[in-house]
């Protein structure tokens, strides 16, 4: 199913025809970390607050929906965001670290994981990786899913 598809039969659903929606992919592990936020297992994620500087994408606001999407572009689920707020890379808590529910969701597995995922991602902007670097965590909530 696509995210178009998805989104229409959500969207009917719950009479909301007119509200905007984005589709997106995680930009790591893409099918593995869809499954854990299909799962209820991953209810956040984060990303570099440089790159938003750049101007080409809006932070995220509570309220917005996203359909997320796999490697193949399938619509997996829909998420609906419920906080948004922006912290330094080295204060990043042990409970943020937990709801992204990846490896065995400790704060070092996050640290170790996310220090290699920003340093890629920033370099190809051409901007260095720093523990003092600001990041974009952003809570949410898994609100659709087809799961038949």
Sequence with gaps: MTAEEMWSIFAGENNLRNREYEAWAYGDDADKLAELTLK????????????YEKGEEELPQPGEYSVIINSRDEAVCIIKTTRVYIEQFK???????????????SLEYWRRVHRRFFTEELSREGIEFSEDMKVVCEEFERIYADLW
Excluded: Q
């Excluded at 209820?40 to 790159?51: E, H, M, N, P």
């Design 91 to 105: 204060n990043i808590s042990e409970e943020h670290a937990f709801k992204e529910g990846e490896g065995d969701r």
């Design 40 to 51: 209820g297992i991953k209810t956040a994620a984060c990303s570099a607050y440089d790159l």
